[in-house]
């Protein structure tokens, strides 16, 4: 059973109280982000600090413990 499997299986097994607190919540957090004002870029901030590398498995998939803090 896949991640979001399972979390499909505990919404079923939630109680109309518990959905409507659920539903509240995901509102708030997107009401959240959408409210949060965007600040300007500010060009040359990070100029001083260096050369960078980016790893070879940037865009590798992140494991479940990751977004679980699972481990």
């Known amino acids: ?3 979001m499997q399972a979390v499909f299986q505990l919404v079923k097994t939630m109680t109309p109280e518990e959905l409507e607190e659920l539903a509240q ?3 708030a ?3 959240q ?5 965007q600040q300007p870029r500010i060009l040359g901030l990070h100029a001083n600090t260096g ?3 980016i ?3 940037f865009n ?3 494991p ?3 977004w679980f803090g699972e481990g």
């Open 64 to 66: 479940d413990a990751f």
């Open 25 to 27: 919540f995901l509102e």
């Open 51 to 53: 050369p960078f590398w």
């Open 1 to 3: 059973m896949t991640d």
């Open 33 to 37: 982000v959408q409210n949060t004002p």
């Open 60 to 62: 590798d998939p992140l």
């Open 29 to 31: 957090q997107r009401d």
């Open 55 to 57: 790893s070879d498995d």
